[in-house]
């Protein structure tokens, strides 16, 4: 029953934004830190950037200023807003949310292309 669900992913081109959702069931995600995460092709899995149960943020050097990530309690949702996309964004985006035990979502496809 205890699920954690990103959405939001797609195609789009250089410059252009896009928002995702963690979306939680099951638990309340607004007792948990989240953090977004994303994966390459070839490449380690790297932090994107996290909120805590606050709503304090903090952001990889390569996203910060372009992306924010913002928490709705009454939804269940943690969203992380893209804008200014680059083709190095393209990944699979995960979440990962924590309180005393953690949950991963299963990831959504960002691709940024021309």
């Known amino acids: 029953q205890v699920r954690l669900v990103e959405s939001g992913g797609g195609l789009v081109q250089p410059g252009g934004s896009l928002i995702l959702s963690c979306i939680a069931s099951g638990f309340s995600l607004d007792n948990y830190a989240v953090g977004w995460f994303r994966q390459a092709p070839g490449k380690e899995r790297e932090g994107v950037g996290c909120?805590?149960?606050?709503?304090?943020?903090n952001y990889a050097d390569s996203v910060k200023g372009r992306f924010t990530i913002s928490r709705d309690n009454a939804k269940n949702t943690v969203s992380l807003q893209m804008n200014s996309l680059k083709l190095e964004d393209t990944a699979v985006y995960y979440c990962y949310a924590r309180y005393y035990q953690g949950y991963w979502g299963q990831g959504t496809q960002v691709t940024v292309s021309s």
């Open positions: 909120i805590n149960r606050s709503g304090t943020t």
